[in-house]
Each structure stands twice: as structure tokens, then as C-alpha cells.
């Protein structure tokens, strides 16, 4: 019975030390890339990025000019993953979605989340010498809705 529940024991510490060092570093290298994003902070989300066309695409597809609905007060962001590849030379392929609260003009609420905006992802991550960076990353306007229910 001793064997057993040390195997058990093993087993999922061998888990768990395989989750946290082979499955969600890419994961969340991606987390602090969106919120980053969604935030509309270009610099910190370039720094998360590696390679021209990744920097440019981050530069180009500010927040404002991929929702299409019109912003003032941010609030805050969840991202929810829909699909992982993990590709043969390393690479990891994430599909998420972000959604993002957000006060439109001449609407204030407490907590600036009087609409929401989904935004779709499909990111490419690989592992270089600064740990995960997205390399190849496309943002698409999904929809934009009010919260609560109108009067």
C-alpha cells in the first residue's frame, strides 16, 4: 500500500514538474503578450516579441484599430485558449481568445466594463535564449457587446 501511494505521489509530482516546465511556459509567455496588447501597451508587447514581422504586426495592430467599435476607458482582459500545435521544430501555435472591457465614449462605469470586445489570435511562439517570444502573431475582431442590458 506504501509502494503504491509513493508511485501515486511520483506520479503526479512528474506531472505537475511537466506541466509547469514544458506546457505553460508558451502559454503564459502568450498571457502577459495579450494582456500587454489589450492594455494598448505597444512597447511591453514588442518586448515580448522576437523578429521584425512580429514587431511590426504588434506596431500596426494596436487595439484601437483592430476593435472595431469605439473605445475610451479600459478595463481589464481574459484570454481563454482554444487550440495548442506543437510543431516539429519547436514552435508552438496558440489559438485564443481575449476578451476585453472596455467603456465606450460618454459611458462611465465604476469599472470601465460597460462593453466587451473578442478578439481572436492565432500566435506563434518559439523558445530562444530569452525564453518564449511570439514570433508570428495575428489579431482578429470577433464582436463587441454591451454587458448589462440597456433600460
Given at each position: 500500500?506504501?509502494?503504491?501511494?509513493?508511485?501515486?505521489?511520483?506520479?503526479?509530482?512528474?506531472?505537475?514538474?511537466?506541466?509547469?516546465?514544458?506546457?505553460?511556459?508558451?502559454?503564459?509567455?502568450?498571457?502577459?503578450?495579450?494582456?500587454?496588447?489589450?492594455?494598448?501597451?505597444?512597447?511591453?508587447?514588442?518586448?515580448?516579441?522576437?523578429?521584425?514581422?512580429?514587431?511590426?504586426?504588434?506596431?500596426?495592430?494596436?487595439?484601437?484599430?483592430?476593435?472595431?467599435?469605439?473605445?475610451?476607458?479600459?478595463?481589464?482582459?481574459?484570454v481563454t485558449f482554444e487550440s495548442r500545435v506543437d510543431r516539429p521544430d519547436g514552435d508552438v501555435v496558440?489559438?485564443?481568445?481575449?476578451?476585453?472591457?472596455?467603456?465606450?465614449?460618454?459611458?462611465?462605469?465604476?469599472?470601465?466594463?460597460?462593453?466587451?470586445?473578442?478578439?481572436?489570435?492565432?500566435?506563434?511562439?518559439?523558445?530562444?535564449?530569452?525564453?518564449?517570444?511570439?514570433?508570428?502573431?495575428?489579431?482578429?475582431?470577433?464582436?463587441?457587446?454591451?454587458?448589462?442590458?440597456?433600460?
Open positions: 500500500m506504501k509502494k503504491l501511494f509513493l508511485l501515486l505521489v511520483l506520479a503526479g509530482g512528474a506531472w505537475l514538474a511537466y506541466r509547469q516546465l514544458v506546457v505553460e511556459p508558451p502559454v503564459r509567455a502568450f498571457r502577459r503578450f495579450a494582456a500587454a496588447w489589450g492594455k494598448e501597451d505597444t512597447p511591453a508587447a514588442a518586448a515580448l516579441t522576437e523578429g521584425d514581422a512580429a514587431r511590426k504586426a504588434v506596431e500596426s495592430k494596436i487595439l484601437r484599430g483592430v476593435v472595431q467599435a469605439p473605445m475610451e476607458a479600459l478595463g481589464g482582459s481574459r496558440l489559438t485564443a481568445r481575449q476578451l476585453i472591457t472596455f467603456d465606450p465614449p460618454g459611458v462611465t462605469s465604476a469599472f470601465a466594463g460597460s462593453m466587451v470586445a473578442a478578439v481572436g489570435h492565432v500566435a506563434t511562439l518559439r523558445r530562444g535564449p530569452g525564453g518564449w517570444r511570439v514570433v508570428a502573431w495575428t489579431p482578429e475582431f470577433l464582436e463587441a457587446k454591451a454587458t448589462r442590458p440597456g433600460p
